[in-house]
Structure formats: structure tokens, C-alpha cells
């Protein structure tokens, strides 16, 4: 067994002696993005050059996905708990909101909340698992 194992070892090293006219071929970023289909194919100028591919747009600044939340609350009249950043819990429906609060309607009255102060919301009985 170690006999093969020195043989091995001199094939590597004579192998790594002789010079190898083996080239490394590699494709570019712009290659590998027409590949995938997530480029536009540059246009060849007139002198030969490539113009630059166009920069990816920016992930927009507002996803909407609060206000998703908050419509769908409202529609079902979802009893939700609302913990304020102090750790109170205040429990309601949510009737409205605007972009800088929530009117959350209960039995003994209404609360307008700033949405600064509120540190989470959840449906009330879902974090016990009911």
C-alpha cells in the first residue's frame, strides 16, 4: 500500500515539473449574465467597444406590506393586542390608520396611537396558540 502511494506521489510531482500549456478559461460577468438572461445584450460601439451594462434598479422604498397588514385587520374586524414600546398591552380593533397612527377601538373607549410607540402588534389569542 505505500509502495503505491510513493508512486502516486512521483506521478503528482512529475507532473507538476513538466510545463503544461493548458489554459485557464474563464468567463466574464457579462458573459455569465447574457447566460442567464439577466442582461440586456450590449450593443457594440463603433470603434469595437461595448457600452456598460445597465445598473439594477433600486428595491423600492416602500413594500406596502404594513398597510397590506392593517386592511386586512380592519376588513375582518380582527381583535388584535397592541404592545407599546413601554411592554403595555392594549387590546382593540384597529378602525383606521393614517402614516403616522392607528385608531384602535375598544369597550371603554378609543385610542389614537402613534406608530413610534408601538413596538408589535398580534392578533389576540394567537401567541397562546388558540
Known amino acids: 500500500m505505500k509502495d503505491e502511494l510513493d508512486t502516486v506521489a512521483e506521478r503528482r510531482g512529475s507532473d507538476a515539473e513538466a510545463p503544461a500549456n493548458r489554459k485557464l478559461i ?13 442582461a440586456e445584450r450590449p450593443q457594440p460601439k463603433r470603434n469595437g467597444e461595448r457600452t456598460p451594462l445597465p445598473k439594477k434598479a433600486a428595491p423600492p422604498e416602500q413594500t406596502h406590506a404594513e398597510n397590506f397588514y392593517y386592511q386586512k385587520q380592519m376588513q375582518t374586524r380582527t381583535p388584535v393586542v397592541v404592545v407599546t414600546t413601554d411592554g403595555e398591552e392594549l387590546r382593540g380593533i384597529i378602525e383606521w390608520y393614517d402614516r403616522t397612527c392607528i385608531k384602535l377601538t375598544r369597550g371603554s373607549g378609543n385610542l389614537l396611537i402613534y406608530k413610534g410607540a408601538i413596538k408589535y402588534i398580534y392578533k389576540e389569542g394567537e401567541l397562546d396558540g388558540k
Open 26 to 38: 474563464r468567463p466574464t460577468l457579462r458573459e455569465q449574465a447574457l447566460a442567464m438572461g439577466n
